[in-house]
T-cell receptor, first 112, second 112 residues
Framework: DADVTQTPRNRITKTGKRIMLECSQTKGHDRMYWYRQDPGLGLRLIYYSFDVKDINKGEISDGYSVSRQAQAKFSLSLESAIPNQTALYFC???????????FGPGTRLLVL | TQLLEQSPQFLSIQEGENLTVYCNSSSVFSSLQWYRQEPGEGPVLLVTVVTGGEVKKLKRLTFQFGDARKDSSLHITAAQPGDTGLYLCAGAGGTSYGKLTFGQGTILTVHP
């Protein structure tokens, strides 16, 4: 079984809709991250969490919110989706700062 | 804000050729990680370099960390079609404590 899972894997939604992307991990890591990937831009950090009580904004947090429901679960929400949020979204975990990040398989989101 | 400039963005070569991917920054990083991503999957760590001037080899892949810990390179000898993928460098430490700064990525295609 995969250590980091993301649901859904693919999602099509309309402008203005609220959607949630979910991430679960069985690695026992405290640190979790949400990234978006766009062609030619690499991975850009949206939000990160060092533990259940610690949530931090990344470089592109506008239009997004997160919830850390438990050590193993970190959800990303788009309150009112817009077309330029069409991207590939990845969740990742790590045991400590600067250590290897373990990525989920990604969620491909299309906002019409 | 720390930036990592990765080049080239695209690389299309024939099987058996050698290639080098570069990752450059004006910032100092405590370590530099290289990831490889295949279609439909999340990035997977290849190697981490920590010491200035360090060279690590992984079969036909050679990774080097610059003496000043501001740049890194990935050299592939005798590329094979199985090397095809997206290669990402990521810097840890410096002013981005607890997070990774990713380069834009290099899409490598190796033709049989």
């Amino acid at each position: 079984d995969a250590d980091v899972t993301q649901t859904p894997r693919n999602r099509i939604t309309k402008t203005g809709k609220r959607i949630m992307l979910e991430c679960s991990q069985t690695k026992g890591h405290d640190r979790m991250y949400w990234y978006r990937q766009d062609p030619g831009l690499g991975l850009r950090l949206i939000y990160y969490s060092f533990d259940v009580k610690d949530i931090n904004k990344g470089e592109i947090s506008d239009g997004y919110s997160v919830s850390r429901q438990a050590q193993a679960k970190f959800s990303l929400s788009l309150e009112s989706a817009i077309p330029n949020q069409t991207a590939l979204y990845f969740c990742a975990t790590s045991v400590a700062a600067g250590e290897t990040q373990y990525f989920g398989p990604g969620t491909r989101l299309l906002v019409l | 804000t720390q930036l990592l400039e990765q080049s080239p963005q695209f690389l299309s070569i024939q099987e058996g050729e050698n290639l080098t991917v570069y990752c450059n920054s004006s910032s100092v990083f405590s370590s530099l990680q290289w990831y490889r991503q295949e279609p439909g999957e999340g990035p997977v760590l290849l190697v981490t370099v920590v010491t200035g001037g360090e060279v690590k080899k992984l079969k036909r892949l050679t990774f080097q960390f610059g003496d000043a810990r501001k740049d890194s390179s990935l050299h592939i000898t005798a590329a094979q079609p199985g090397d095809t993928g997206l290669y990402l460098c990521a810097g840890a430490g410096g002013t981005s404590y607890g997070k990774l700064t990713f380069g834009q990525g290099t899409i490598l295609t190796v033709h049989p």
